[in-house]
T-cell receptor, first 116, second 111 residues
């Protein structure tokens, strides 16, 4: 079964440091997403990406966040200057379509970010 | 009102029981509805999409009531392996890209 892969599985960083989280979406999927889940809270949308540009972003996705598809396979989330409150599980997801009812997301296993 | 609202539970049921979860959503224009399952510290995994006419997948049945803006999930003959958090997911009004997740309903199936 095709899967979304994410690295690293866990990253510990100091406040103020830059972090890059990497994702390899499913190969025939065209839409890519980052979601995050703070421990004990719900899954929250960060950003969606299509055709090499951001298609939508949430209010959480401020100037310290950026996404990139540097090559044909990777999709990255960069956090420029991490804050304590950025500690969370970050999930990458991809979908084949955005058509209603068919916009099923397949999630990666997540990257746990701990900011000290 | 929250965009997607679920009873957090936990629902503690014996093996073999039937259990039902409800979810309400605030945006009447939402078009896509899903149930995802999330095990502790794992990623959400699609359980089933929810269609207007209702749909069934083995022991799982999903219903959508657009007039009342709620979605339900029925699990029959519960198994120990059904223990997880069940997430109700709805697309944001006027957005095909953004899915809104409920906080989840926790199910514990005991022997």
């Amino acid at each position: 079964e095709p899967e979304v892969t994410q690295t690293p599985s866990h990253q510990v960083t100091q406040m103020g440091q830059e972090v890059i989280l990497r994702c390899v979406p499913i190969s025939n999927h065209l839409y890519f997403y980052w979601y995050r889940q703070i421990l004990g809270q719900k899954v929250e949308f960060l950003v969606s990406f299509y055709n090499n540009e951001i298609s939508e972003k949430s209010e959480i996705f401020d100037d310290q966040f950026s996404v990139e598809r540097p090559d044909g396979s990777n999709f990255t989330l960069k956090i420029r200057s991490t804050k304590l409150e950025d500690s969370a599980m970050y999930f990458c997801a991809s979908s084949e379509s955005i058509l209603s009812g068919a916009n099923v997301l397949t999630f990666g296993a997540g990257s746990r970010l701990t900011v000290l | 009102r929250k965009e997607v609202e679920q009873d957090p539970g936990p629902f503690n049921v014996p093996e073999g029981a039937t259990v039902a979860f409800n979810c309400t959503y605030s945006n009447s224009a939402s078009q896509s509805f899903f149930w995802y399952r999330q095990d502790c510290r794992k990623e959400p995994k699609l359980l089933m999409s929810v269609y207007s006419s209702g749909n069934e997948d083995g022991r799982f049945t999903a219903q959508l009531n657009r007039a009342s803006q709620y979605i339900s999930l029925l699990i029959r003959d519960s198994k120990l392996s059904d223990s997880a958090t069940y997430l109700c997911v709805v697309n944001k009004q006027d957005s095909s890209y953004k899915l809104i997740f409920g906080s989840g309903t926790r199910l514990l199936v005991r022997p």
